[in-house]
């Protein structure tokens, strides 16, 4: 049986996207598993960096899915999560029997057997891996994408609404196009709406 845990991270964003994991394990690749395994938002970036590369090879298979800031405020938060989702889950080439889902969103489309699970980070390892393989894969790319923009502070905010963020955008404005224009698009309109007068 083949048994996959599935998280997101970024969702509460302003910038960047929403990355989503599927980590796939049969009972004999739980096994080698190494120690410390767990939510990653309970682990230090020292932790969750020295596990990210093993957790990437010993699941018998992963899927990585985003969802980018135009495709969030086109959507909406809760379509562009279950896109991320649906990204996750094609990148897989063996699907789950089982998919346990952390938090409170079920998988729309999923055909096969799924739990979600309140906590699950917490619970049950295949959600940890997960959850550790989508949040070093996202901050790794807001610290790439914080030396194109500087002004934000991503490398240390990851993209969340910190007080240095805000400023930066009240400053320098927000990295999106201009209406009916092309450009970078890394700010979330839906989100920053109130930080721009708009209520």
Not at 45 to 55: A, D, G, P
Not at 92 to 97: E, N, Q, T, Y
């Amino acid at each position: 049986m083949i048994t996959g845990g599935l998280d997101e991270v970024g969702w509460g964003a302003y910038a960047g996207p929403v990355i989503s994991v599927v980590a796939c394990f049969r009972e004999q690749d739980l096994l080698r598993l190494p120690s410390g395994v767990t939510d990653s938002k309970k682990l230090s970036e020292v932790k969750r960096e020295t596990l990210y590369e093993e957790l990437c090879v010993v699941p018998l298979d992963v899927g990585v899915g985003h969802a980018w800031p135009e495709e969030i405020d086109r959507l909406g938060p809760s379509p562009a999560l279950q896109l991320s989702y649906r990204r996750a889950l094609e990148e897989l080439r063996h699907k789950p029997d089982l998919l346990l889902v952390d938090g409170s969103n079920r998988v729309e489309g999923w055909g096969g057997e799924q739990r979600v699970v309140a906590k699950g980070d917490s619970l049950h390892r295949e959600i940890s891996t997960a959850s550790i393989i989508a949040k070093v894969f996202r901050d790794r790319l807001m610290v790439s994408l914080s030396k194109r923009f500087p002004q934000y502070g991503w490398e240390r905010n990851m993209g969340y609404g910190s007080h240095e963020h805000e400023q930066g955008i009240r400053k320098y404005g927000p990295v999106v196009p201009p209406p009916g224009g092309s450009g970078p698009y890394q700010h979330r309109r839906r989100y920053i709406h109130r930080i721009l007068g708009g209520g």
